[in-house]
């Protein structure tokens, strides 16, 4: 595996229904011309960019991964690292490892949005600068892979199955009528 990030995950919360959209991440050899310089060791630079409106989107999650030989090179713990974002300035994300055994380390850091990222070295004595609404969601609603699919509302899904249902009902109606007279047929002295 080359060294780099490998961006894993990319799941979006958004404030309605989302159709067609898309999400692109790459990583980047060097720091963009257009960003300031972050005053700690960097492992790597992304890029993610989506064509989710700002104002749609409600919370992001990023799962991604690092190399183990990277930190041990740089004598940093697992719980050093951390995601920033640019947007005027750097600003460090809620990041947290999910799993930190074997040569590749996982973790998930909350962004409000998408831009430019950094994964680096967390700065001393500082927390995450940047504002996020953290949700604790189990399963993503939405991830890369399938937020061209819009979720059919409670509403809806009641809809068709009370149809589906009631649907049923009328054909184990029909078929116990059918069978009903074909036995009056076959057994006329049943008849009262």
Do not use: C
């Amino acid at each position: 595996m080359a060294q780099g990030v490998v961006v894993s995950s990319v799941s979006v919360i958004t404030y309605q229904n989302v159709q067609d959209a898309s999400i692109r991440t790459a990583v980047l050899s060097t720091k963009p011309a257009n960003t300031k310089t972050l005053d700690v060791p960097v492992y790597k630079f992304l890029e993610i960019t989506t064509t989710i409106l700002p104002e749609k989107l409600k919370s992001a999650e990023i799962e991604f991964d690092v190399q183990k030989i990277w930190l041990e090179k740089n004598n940093v713990k697992p719980e050093d690292i951390v995601l920033y974002r640019h947007t005027a300035s750097w600003a460090q994300l809620p990041t947290k490892v999910t799993f930190a055994s074997g040569p590749v380390l996982k973790f998930k850091a909350q962004t409000p949005g998408f831009s430019i990222f950094a994964v680096g070295i967390k700065q001393e004595g500082t927390e995450s600068t940047e504002e996020v609404e953290v949700l604790e969601v189990e399963e993503p609603k939405s991830t890369s892979e399938d937020i061209g699919q819009s979720p059919v509302s409670n509403r809806k899904m009641i809809i068709i199955v009370v149809s589906i249902l009631a649907g049923f009902l009328v054909l184990v109606l029909i078929a116990s009528l059918i069978i009903g007279a074909r036995n009056k047929k076959k057994f006329p002295h049943l008849r009262n």
